[in-house]
C-alpha cells in the first residue's frame, strides 16, 4: 500500500497538509458499536495490506465478558482478516500528534465477509436494495447528552454546569440560549466535525437537561453509520476537554426525555435516481406504503438492534418524546412511524423506534430490513392515526427477553440480516441481560429490605 495515502478523502489529505502523518488507529466496530482495533506508526500502515483480530471481538459483551457465541468448532478465537476501506480516513484531531482513524471490514481467511460484522450486516441489506435496482437514502439524527462527569456509578446523573455557571436546566427545547451555554463544547465538536470532513445539518437543544441534537445531511447508509460511529466519539472527545461527559445513553436521567436515533429513509431508482416514494404526478406510491407496512409488522421483531440494552426500554415511556406503539402519521411526532413535510422527490418516512444507544450500523440495517420487507411482501399498513398517537395501545415489547421472543419468531427478518449474525447477537445480548439481572439495584434495597 505505498501509494495509499492518494487513494484517502481530500478532508483527510488536507488536515496533514504540510505536517507528517506519525500514527494510524485501525478500527472496527464491534456488536455495540464500541471501537476495536489497533493504533500503529503510519509507516507500518503503509507497508500491509491488512492486518488481524480474533473473531472473538464479536461475541464480546459490553461489561467485557463473553458470550458463547463461536459455534460448533468451540471459543479456539480463530483470527479474521481486517482490510482498510481507505475511504472512510478521517482524522483524530482531538489527538497530540498526527493521527488519522480507518474503518476496516472483516472477512473470514476463504475471503467471505464476516458475517456477523455490524458493518458487513448494513452492507448485505444495502446490497439487497441494489438486486432489485433500489437505492437506499438514510438521514439519521443524533440525539445526547452533556452531563457533569460521573466517576461513580451509585451517583445518580447530573446535568453538566453551563457557561453561566448553573446547571442546566430541562424543558428548554430549541432554546438557542440553551445552545449557547454549551458553546465550548459545540465550538470543538463543529471543529472537529471540520476536520473530519463530516456536514453537520443543524443543532439544537432537545427537551432534556443538556440534551442536544444533531443531525448530518442525507446519503448513503453506509457512510452515514460510519459518521455516527464517528461521531460519537467525536463528541466524547469534544466534552471531556472541558470536565464534562457526552452520554448516548437511551435514558441517562430518571425525569427527563431519552435520547433517540431517528432514522429518515427514502429509496431512489438506481436507474433514474428518482424518488420511488413519488409517483410521475407527485403522488404517494404502493412502495411508500409498503416500506410503512413492513416497519408496522417487523419493527417489534427487529426491536432488540433498535433497543439493546435493559436501559433502552425505560425511553419507552408515554407522553415523554419517545413511541409507545406502531402507529404513523403525517407530520406527528406522537407516533413511531412520522412521514415528514416534504416535497415530492424528497418523500420519506422516518423510523422513530431507535435509541441513541443502538449500534448504527444495526439499527440502520435493521430499519432498512424492514421497509424492504414490506415492499418485498407487498404489506399494507395500517390506516394513517389520527391524534395523540399516545392515547393508542402499547405495541412495543416492553423488556429485553419480550424484545428477543419476537426477534427469534421472525425468521424472514433474521434471513435479511443473516441467521449467523442473528444467532451471535441474541447469544451475546441475553448474556448482558443476564448480567444485569445479577446486580441488585438501589430501588430493591429502599423498598424491599425492610418491607417484604
Known sequence: MSDWKGEIPNAATEYLKGHRLDEVECLIADLSGIARGKAMPASKFGTQAQFYLPNSIFFQTITGDWGEAAGDEGFTEPDMVLKPDLSTATAAPWTGDWTLQVIHDAFTKAGDPVPFAPRNVLKRVVQLYNDKGWTPIVAPEMEFYLTAPNIDPAQEIKAMVGRSGRPAAARQAYSISAVDEFGPVIDDIYDFAEAQGFEIDGITQEGGAGQLEINLLHGDPVKLADEVFFFKRLIR??????????????????????????????????????????????????????????????????????????NSYRRYVKDNAAPINLEWARDNRTTAIRVPISGPQARRVENRLPGMDCNPYLGIAASLACGYLGMVEKIAPKDEFKGDAYDADEEIPRGVYAAFDQFAAAQPLRDVLSESFARVYEIVKIAEYEDFLQVISPWEREHLLLNV
Do not use: W
Not at 274 to 296: C, R, V, W, Y
Not at 302 to 309: D, E, H, M, S
Open 237 to 310: 472527545e469534544a466534552a471531556h476537554r472541558h470536565k464534562c461527559f457526552a452520554t448516548f445513553m437511551a435514558k441517562p436521567i430518571e425525569a427527563e426525555p431519552g435520547s433517540a436515533m431517528h432514522v429518515h429513509h427514502s429509496v431512489l431508482d438506481s436507474e433514474t435516481g428518482k424518488n420511488i416514494f413519488s409517483d410521475a404526478d407527485g403522488g404517494e406510491t404502493p412502495e411508500f406504503m409498503h416500506f410503512i407496512g413492513g416497519l408496522q409488522r417487523y419493527i417489534p421483531a427487529a426491536t432488540p438492534l433498535f433497543a439493546p440494552y435493559v
